[in-house]
């Protein structure tokens, strides 16, 4: 069984707006930390977003604060990430991605846990702003 399918990228004009769907399973349906992260060609992967369900809590990335919201419906099994105001520079392969069940987004040197620290990936979603 596929553990997270995202879906919901494409490509808007700056200013737009899109939302992204993961669907769980039913392992990472019981993760308790779930995130977005994106990557470019040739850059690190770096976190967007990530949902805290036990401890009700929501990190978001500063390039992103303010335009993009994190939420999770658990009775449908879904973490959605919601994008506004997307600029050129928001153009990147987005991923969902799960921790083990378990353990929390803490973690790492800011605080958050880092991109190592989640164990299930999504095959992830193409998001394109043109200017």
């Known amino acids: 069984q596929v553990p997270l399918v995202e879906s919901g990228g494409g490509s808007v004009q700056a200013g737009g707006s899109l939302r992204l769907s993961c669907v769980t399973s039913?392992?990472?349906?019981?993760?308790?930390?779930m995130g977005w992260f994106r990557q470019v060609p040739e850059k690190e992967r770096e976190g967007v977003a990530m949902?805290?369900?036990?401890?009700?809590?929501?990190n978001y990335a500063a390039s992103v604060k303010g335009r993009f919201t994190i939420s999770r419906d658990s009775a449908k099994n879904i973490l959605y990430l919601e994008m506004n105001s997307l600029k050129p520079e928001d153009t990147a392969m987005y991923y969902c991605?799960?921790?083990?069940?378990?353990?929390?987004?803490?973690?790492?040197?800011?605080?958050?846990?880092?991109?190592?620290?989640?164990?299930?990936w999504g095959q992830g979603t193409q998001v394109t702003v043109s200017s």
């Open positions: 991605a799960a921790r083990s069940v378990g353990w929390d987004c803490r973690g790492g040197i800011r605080g958050v846990a880092p991109p190592t620290d989640f164990t299930y």
């Open positions: 039913e392992y990472t349906h019981m993760s308790n930390c």
């Open positions: 949902h805290d369900r036990d401890r009700e809590t929501t």
